[in-house]
């Protein structure tokens, strides 16, 4: 048999546990080289960078078809500096300093 609760807790002791368990925002920054959001003291998961050296040869990694996905997406962000603007790029817009915001 299972353990049998002594006591009903209260509202208020209940809501006391509960204060705990909240969810807080990861903080994130900003890579140097790619501006997308990365965990801050790790290496850039994209491009391999961390503090302006390349660490790991990412591109050397890639499959066949993780490479043509990454062609497509840096054209599309080319296109995106050169001043057109189309929707669906989200990545390099995070701002860490609004991430980590409560
Ligand atoms: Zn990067």
Known sequence: ????????HTKSKRNRRRSHLALKKTFLSVCTKCGRAVLPHRICEYCGFYDGREIVDVAAR?????????????????????????????????????????
């Not at 840096?74 to 915001?101: D, F, I, Q, Y």
């Open 1 to 8: 048999m299972g353990g049998v609760q002594p006591k009903r």
């Open 62 to 102: 890639l499959t066949k078809k993780e490479k043509k996905k990454r062609e497509r997406e840096e054209a599309a962000a080319h296109e995106a500096r050169a001043g057109h603007r189309h929707s669906g790029e989200a990545t390099p817009e995070l701002n860490p300093e609004e991430l980590s915001k409560k």
